[in-house]
């Protein structure tokens, strides 16, 4: 397996966050990606270092509006008089409000979905590099790699077209899998197995036939993103029947975990793909802060076989998983179980 993963994810170390109506630590952090590198590395894997594939990829999936405002927000923010130590909104428009603002608060609330993403003076450059790291992953299984793995923060997965959330700013695994639609494969799969429902990546393939997005999480009743992840979500136009959500009850275990994730590579079969991107999540681990799923260490592994099974070129993207004491262990346990499907 190869890895790709570059120290510049430390640039973000996000503080302000907001949940449950308090601040608390923010769970986003560099931590988590440090801890998974120092596994990898004591394990034997080969850490790579990204390349620069400039900004054409990002801006095949994300609008000119976003990225620019993602790369000057902080500038503009400070030129206006603002002294936080981070960009965070306090507005968002509402179901009956549209159009751009043209002032820093208003641009803030409209290119974010919540709180959680605070962006502070080298996000960008961090998230940047996160989606590089991707890419660079993805080159490699275009370039004949079996699989590899893409050791990138911030995530991406809850980041839009033209919003941040959720902790992400760039969609790192829309961005590899429209640059594997560009470079060659006719077809990609991106199979999300993080506790929480994959809501950006689905609303950028939502209407498109080329991508099939399949994602299992918990159910978003009660559990972010609250407004997506539903199993009457289908996609549209001609993207109908290429979205796949399986919304699982709060609590779920390795075994009903697995006989769900059995029916949703049966689509990934059906549709073929030529290429697979999986949404690494292990934020479904049994002892994560966010309670969502019981998903064994050992489990992890069982989930990686499966996709393993699948055959296909694939490309693995680190999202989500806040334990931080255990999140080398479930990435060990999950690339071990990956090359033994293989």
């Known amino acids: 397996m190869q890895v790709v993963y570059s120290e510049d994810h430390r640039r973000h170390d996000p503080k302000t ?3 449950g109506g308090g601040f608390h630590e923010h769970p986003e952090m560099p931590a988590r990606a440090d801890n998974i590198a120092a596994a990898l590395s004591a394990a034997g894997y080969d850490i790579l270092p990204p390349e620069d594939f400039g900004p054409g990829p990002r801006a095949a999936v994300h609008t000119p509006e ?3 405002f993602l790369e000057t927000i902080v500038e503009r923010w400070r030129a206006d008089g603002f002294t936080s130590e981070e960009v965070v909104p306090n507005v968002h428009p509402g ?3 549209a159009g751009l603002p043209e002032g820093t608060v208003g641009q803030l609330g409209y290119f974010t979905t919540d709180m959680s993403a605070p962006i502070g003076p080298e996000t960008w450059q961090a998230a940047r590099t996160a989606s590089d790291v991707t890419l660079t992953a993805t080159r490699r299984v275009l370039d004949g790699a079996r699989e590899a793995y893409a050791l990138c923060r911030p995530p991406g997965h809850h980041a839009f077209a033209d919003q941040a959330g959720g902790f992400c700013f760039l969609n790192n695994i829309a961005i590899a899998a ?3 639609r560009d470079h060659g494969a006719a077809r990609a799969a991106i199979v999300d197995v993080d506790v929480h429902h994959g809501n950006g990546t ?4 939502y209407r498109r036939g080329d991508v099939l997005t399949v994602s299992l999480h918990c159910d978003p009743t009660n559990f972010y993103p609250f407004f997506a992840g539903y199993g009457h979500e289908r996609g549209e136009d001609a993207g109908r029947g290429v979205n796949a959500n399986f919304p699982l009850p709060r609590g779920t275990g390795d075994n009903a975990y697995l006989v769900a994730l059995d029916e949703a590579l049966a689509l990934v079969r059906s ?3 030529e290429i697979l991107f999986v949404a690494l999540g292990l934020d479904g681990y049994e002892k994560d802060p966010f ?3 019981r998903i064994t260490t050992a489990g992890f592994g ?3 076989q499966a996709l393993g099974e699948l055959g296909l070129p694939t490309v693995l993207v680190q999202e989500g998983g806040y334990n931080c004491a255990d999140l080398g262990r479930n990435v060990e346990s999950f690339l071990t179980g990956f090359a033994e499907g293989r």
């Open 17 to 19: 966050y907001f949940r």
């Open 66 to 68: 976003y990225l620019h």
């Open 95 to 97: 179901r009956h409000m």
């Open 178 to 180: 429209q640059y594997a």
């Open 202 to 205: 689905q609303g950028i393939f």
């Open 271 to 273: 549709f073929a793909p």
């Open 291 to 293: 309670e969502g799923f």
């Open 302 to 304: 069982r989930i990686a």
